[in-house]
């Protein structure tokens, strides 16, 4: 694949890593969350939360949840560097 002559990639920032760093674990957190549920019989279902995006689980007593913004901190306090 040939780039053009004016590309310039340049590695992630510190802050960007941290921010990277941060998404990743979120991420990680919420999938052993959900996975935990789904052991308990919850179904996952085809939507995503309309807040954060998250996929969303649906309760034996037929309520949906979103783990992500039930069980953690905002995705915008987790993303700002200045915070974490």
């Known amino acids: ?11 992630p920032s510190e802050a ?3 921010v990277i760093e941060a998404r990743r674990e979120r991420n990680d957190q919420i999938s052993k969350r959900m996975g935990d549920y789904l052991l308990k019989g919850w179904k996952m279902l ?14 034996k007593q037929g309520a949906d949840y ?4 039930n069980e953690l901190e905002s995705d915008h306090d987790k993303d ?3 915070i974490s």
């Open 66 to 69: 979103c783990v992500a913004c």
């Open 1 to 11: 694949m040939q780039y053009p002559d004016d590309y310039d990639w340049q590695p």
């Open 16 to 18: 960007d890593l941290k």
């Open 46 to 59: 085809g939507t995503n939360c309309e807040e954060c995006g998250c996929i969303l689980l649906r309760d």
């Open 80 to 82: 700002n560097p200045a």
